[in-house]
T-cell receptor, first 111, second 114 residues
C-alpha cells in the first residue's frame, strides 16, 4: 500500500521549460515533505523540503507548492536545464523520521 | 565532511546464497537507515537504528534479512538465503537524529540474484 502517490511516471521537457511533478498523500500524521533528486548510480539527495504550515517554498529554480486541505503537493522546476535530467522522488515523513517515498518521476530535459 | 560510505558497490550471487552489505554513516549521526530500492520504484525502508538500537524493522523480512549496528556506528545488512526478488539496490542513509532531519544517502549496493 503506497502512502504517497506520485505522477507522472516520466516526462520530457525542453530546455528552458517548466517541469511539474505532483504527489498526494493520505496520512494526516505526515508533517514533513521532502523532494529527493537521484542520478543514475547515485543515492537520492535532498533537493528541497516543506512543512504543512507553509503553502509554498522556493529555492532557486525549484518550488514546492503545498495544499494541506487537498493533501497534495507538487514540485515545479523552472527554466529546466539538461543537468536537471534525473529521477525525482517526493516523500513524506512523520515525527519518527520514517520516509515514505513516491514511485518516482524520470525527467528528461532535451537541449 | 565525508558522506555515507557503502560497500560493495555491486554484487552478483546465485539464489539461496548469502550476501552482506556494509555501511559507514556520516560521523556523529545517531540514526541509520537501510532501504531497498527495486528498479523503477522509490526506496522502501527496511530497518532504522537509533544508535545501536532498532527503532523500526516492521518491513524487514526477518526470515531471511538481518541487520546489526554494533557500537552505534557501522552497520551490516545480511540476506540469507537470497531469492530472485531480492535483486535491488540497497541504500544506507544516516541522519543526525531521528525525526525530520535530513537523511543523507550513500551510493548504494546493486544486488543481482541469478
Amino acid at each position: 500500500q503506497q502512502q504517497v502517490k506520485q505522477s507522472p511516471q516520466s516526462l520530457i521537457v525542453q530546455k528552458g521549460g517548466i517541469s511539474i511533478i505532483n504527489c498526494a498523500y493520505e496520512n494526516t500524521a505526515f508533517d514533513y515533505f521532502p523532494w529527493y533528486q537521484q542520478f543514475p548510480g547515485k543515492g537520492p539527495a535532498l533537493l528541497i523540503a516543506i512543512r504543512p504550515d507553509v503553502s509554498e517554498k522556493k529555492e532557486g529554480r525549484f518550488t514546492i507548492s503545498f495544499n494541506k486541505s487537498a493533501k497534495q503537493f507538487s514540485l515545479h522546476i523552472m527554466d529546466s536545464q539538461p543537468g536537471d535530467s534525473a529521477t525525482y522522488f517526493c516523500a513524506a515523513t512523520d515525527s519518527w523520521g520514517k520516509l515514505q517515498f513516491g514511485a518516482g518521476t524520470q525527467v528528461v530535459v532535451t537541449p | 565532511e565525508a558522506g555515507v560510505a557503502q560497500s560493495p558497490r555491486y554484487k552478483i550471487i546465485e539464489k539461496r546464497q548469502s550476501v552482506a552489505f556494509w555501511c559507514n554513516p556520516i560521523s556523529g549521526h545517531a540514526t541509520l537507515y537501510w532501504y531497498q530500492q527495486i528498479l523503477g520504484q522509490g526506496p522502501k525502508l527496511l530497518i532504522q537504528f537509533q544508535n545501536n538500537g532498532v527503532v523500526d524493522d516492521s518491513q524487514l523480512p526477518k526470515d531471511r534479512f538481518s541487520a546489526e549496528r554494533l557500537k552505534g556506528v557501522d552497520s551490516t545488512l545480511k540476506i540469507q538465503p537470497a531469492k530472485l526478488e531480492d535483486s535491488a539496490v540497497y541504500l544506507c542513509a544516516s541522519s543526525a537524529d531521528r525525526g525530520n532531519n535530513e537523511q543523507f544517502f550513500g551510493p548504494g549496493t546493486r544486488l543481482t540474484v541469478l
